[in-house]
């Protein structure tokens, strides 16, 4: 699945259409399993009137939020193809750079993209447990007697399904596509074979009979428009895997089969509600004739497979990102495709969504329960979004001040109502994903006020190349070879460096300082991955400087070898690394608040080694313990 060619043939979209169909829409196409019944299960009377209503409600929900906000205008804020929060947050700062007291704004970015990825884990952790559980549900009509075995079976699949992500989703995802084709098909089919008996519910098109609905439940609706976000979980995948499939493939996917099929079988739901009100046991499942309902209960429980692989694959990747923008500590991660440069598992990610998935299946025990904790997430993600993408049109589109406002003023109305709603059910489990981000989001900004303070620290104690030459030329005795020396600062001679020297007392022939750079952009091409200067009078101090995107994994040996292209030759057999092993302690008047402190220590003890992680030849490595008091 490649990004976007900007001449992308017929064929090219329709196969990445396809392929958009199998991993995009799973979230979203799997919530006609449970949405409408939990709008009417909010405390909505069943007959003719609030059916329309309910189904008007979610019509417009899908067509503001997905359709206009996300397909229409978020979708086109790409950062070089990519999609997501963080690329929208790269984005939003590269608006910001050259403003004046501009500090704030980009402490206010970082934020708002660090509320949403944290909100999205805890998007992560519901999902594969509320889809799963709501497909195996079907048992309650397929096969009644077998409902004491709903839990052990979700458990079983939701295992399988983690336990399997290490082989990659490469493999999984070839089925993907045509499973969800099928199942899409299915969904519609389903709904026209309903509406057909009962054609006017398609009048709940209308707006009037959602607004009706609202004016007469009064401060109840927020209840409702609770339970209504349900339909929309999983629209931020439309934005967040552009990158994979490019901006016309999934907006034919929705605009042509997803969306159309989607609001079929609501309505078709609607239809069967208003004729058999009995039928809110399981609207879904009740919609297929009953020589039917096995193999669709397979169906449906492959469906929330492929939607909950989306979203752990999401988590994922949204890791990666944060570890290389550097605002999570350093983790494994494999690459699980040598084709596909997006395809990665996170072993500590994978577990730990695992054992969370487990206990909320355990504890939540149904579909419905799980509802009540469903949609804070969701919301807080793309209340997030809709601000950061204000501050790209204002920035970056400069489109006039009216028409930004008020696409800033409609959306954040449609977002506040839908984070308000769902507010209320924080005592009955919307807690959760807020306790979840608000862990995350603690680790996240200790992370990066840590990192902060040991950058001021190295700064503080930086000499120039100019300087070190001066005092250590007649000293030192040389030695044959190559010294390269990791750093994370960009200027000056690093600290490991100075140590090196002031207890060994040899200076290698060539010294070589290399920093690895994450910029804003999702890719760097290997042209543009390399800098090199030069330094001192013998010219034999180097400063190499690797540009890798945010998308990208940093790999030292490849580096190496694409500076014989910049006219350096490095011969790896014939360098020593060597890495800095910091120590941490902190000050009594530290500028780490004090219950922070053994939290950044942990992290920064316990985040996987630089040699592992770049891909340096272990061999070849020296390690220097440095005390460093912050």
């Given amino acids: 699945m490649s990004s976007h060619t900007q001449n992308q043939t017929k064929k090219q979209i329709a196969t990445l259409a396809m392929g958009a169909i199998g991993v995009v829409f799973g979230d979203i196409g799997t919530s006609p399993l449970y949405a409408l019944k939990e709008v009417f299960l909010s405390g909505l009377t069943i007959d003719k009137?609030?059916?329309?209503?309910?189904?008007?409600?979610?019509?417009?929900?899908?067509?503001?939020?997905?359709?206009?906000?996300?397909?229409?205008?978020?979708?086109?804020?790409?950062?070089?193809?990519?999609?997501?929060?963080?690329?929208?947050?790269?984005?939003?700062?590269?608006?910001?750079?050259?403003?004046?007291?501009?500090?704030?704004?980009?402490?206010?970015?970082?934020?708002?993209?660090?509320?949403?990825?944290?909100?999205?884990?805890?998007?992560?952790?519901?999902?594969?447990?509320?889809?799963?559980?709501?497909?195996?549900?079907?048992?309650?009509?397929?096969?009644?007697?077998?409902?004491?075995?709903?839990?052990?079976?979700?458990?079983?699949?939701?295992?399988?399904?983690f336990v399997i992500q290490s082989k990659g989703s490469g493999k999984m995802g070839i089925m993907f596509a045509p499973i969800m084709c099928i199942w899409f098909t299915l969904l519609a089919v389903m709904g026209v074979i309903n509406i057909v008996e009962m054609p006017e519910v398609l009048m709940a098109i209308n707006p009037y009979y959602g607004v009706s609905l609202l004016i007469e439940y009064g401060w109840h609706s927020f209840f409702i428009m609770g339970a209504v976000v349900l339909a929309i979980t999983g629209a931020e995948a439309l934005y967040a895997d552009m990158g994979h499939f490019g901006l016309k493939p999934i907006r034919y996917a929705w605009f042509g089969f997803v969306f159309p099929s989607l609001l079929l079988n609501y309505f078709g739901q609607g239809a069967l509600l208003i004729q058999h009100p009995e039928a809110i046991e399981n609207p879904f499942y009740l919609l297929a004739p009953t020589w039917a309902l096995y193999p669709l209960l397979i169906l449906a429980a492959l469906a929330t497979v492929i939607a909950s692989q989306a979203v752990i694959s999401g988590a994922f990747s949204m890791t990666r990102q944060a570890v290389q923008l550097g605002y999570c500590p350093r983790v494994t991660i494999l690459h699980t495709s040598g084709q596909e440069r997006g395809q990665v598992y996170v072993p500590a990610v994978n577990w730990l969504l695992m054992v969370a998935v487990f206990i909320l299946v355990l504890s939540f025990k149904s579909s419905t329960a799980l509802a009540s904790a469903y949609g804070l997430a969701v919301t807080g993600t793309m209340l997030a979004t809709t601000i950061l993408s204000f501050i790209v049109i204002e920035a970056?589109?400069?489109?006039?001040?009216?028409?930004?406002?008020?696409?800033?003023?409609?959306?954040?109305?449609?977002?506040?109502?839908?984070?308000?709603?769902?507010?209320?059910?924080?005592?009955?489990?919307?807690?959760?994903?807020?306790?979840?981000?608000?862990?995350?989001?603690?680790?996240?900004?200790?992370?990066?006020?840590?990192?902060?303070?040991?950058?001021?620290?190295?700064?503080?104690?930086?000499?120039?190349?100019?300087?070190?030459?001066?005092?250590?030329?007649?000293?030192?005795?040389?030695?044959?070879?190559?010294?390269?020396?990791?750093?994370?600062?960009?200027?000056?001679?690093?600290?490991?460096?100075?140590?090196?020297?002031?207890?060994?007392?040899?200076?290698?022939?060539?010294?070589?300082?290399?920093?690895?750079?994450?910029?804003?952009?999702?890719?760097?091409?290997?042209?543009?991955?390399?800098?090199?200067?030069?330094?001192?009078?013998?010219?034999?101090?180097?400063?190499?400087?690797?540009?890798?995107?945010?998308?990208?994994?940093?790999?030292?040996?490849?580096?190496?070898?694409?500076?014989?292209?910049?006219?350096?030759?490095?011969?790896?057999?014939?360098?020593?690394?060597?890495?800095?092993?910091?120590?941490?302690?902190?000050?009594?008047?530290?500028?780490?608040?004090?219950?922070?402190?053994?939290?950044?220590?942990?992290?920064?003890?316990?985040?996987?080694?630089?040699?592992?992680?770049?891909?340096?030849?272990?061999?070849?490595?020296?390690?220097?313990?440095?005390?460093?008091?912050?």
Avoid at 404 to 420: E, K, Q, R
Wanted: glycine letters at 6%; charged letters at 20%.
């Fill in 49 to 161: 009137l609030h059916v329309f209503g309910a189904l008007s409600l979610v019509f417009w929900t899908l067509t503001l939020v997905v359709t206009i906000k996300y397909a229409i205008f978020i979708m086109r804020a790409d950062n070089k193809g990519e999609g997501g929060i963080m690329a929208l947050t790269a984005l939003a700062l590269e608006g910001t750079k050259g403003e004046h007291g501009s500090a704030r704004k980009i402490s206010f970015i970082i934020t708002l993209g660090l509320l949403g990825t944290v909100l999205f884990y805890g998007d992560s952790i519901i999902t594969p447990a509320i889809s799963v559980l709501s497909a195996i549900e079907g048992l309650q009509i397929v096969a009644p007697q077998l409902v004491e075995y709903i839990e052990p079976i979700t458990i079983a699949v939701l295992g399988l399904l």
């Fill in 396 to 630: 970056l589109w400069q489109w006039n001040k009216y028409t930004s406002v008020a696409f800033l003023a409609i959306f954040l109305t449609v977002d506040t109502v839908f984070i308000s709603s769902n507010s209320l059910k924080i005592p009955t489990g919307g807690w959760l994903p807020l306790v979840v981000g608000a862990v995350l989001f603690l680790i996240l900004t200790t992370w990066i006020k840590g990192r902060a303070l040991l950058s001021n620290y190295m700064d503080e104690r930086k000499i120039l190349f100019e300087d070190l030459e001066e005092k250590v030329s007649a000293k030192l005795a040389k030695v044959e070879g190559t010294a390269i020396y990791l750093t994370r600062s960009l200027h000056g001679v690093p600290q490991v460096l100075l140590h090196n020297l002031e207890h060994n007392h040899v200076l290698h022939e060539r010294i070589i300082v290399l920093t690895i750079v994450t910029t804003n952009e999702p890719y760097v091409s290997e042209e543009n991955l390399v800098k090199i200067r030069t330094f001192g009078k013998e010219r034999n101090f180097y400063r190499i400087k690797l540009y890798y995107g945010f998308k990208q994994t940093a790999d030292v040996r490849r580096a190496l070898e694409l500076c014989a292209k910049e006219g350096l030759e490095i011969n790896p057999k014939n360098a020593s690394f060597f890495i800095g092993s910091e120590q941490l302690s902190f000050r009594n008047k530290s500028p780490m608040p004090k219950w922070r402190r053994a939290l950044f220590r942990f992290l920064f003890h316990n985040s996987t080694s630089a040699i592992e992680f770049f891909k340096i030849p272990v061999d070849r490595v020296v390690e220097l313990g440095i005390r460093i008091e912050l």
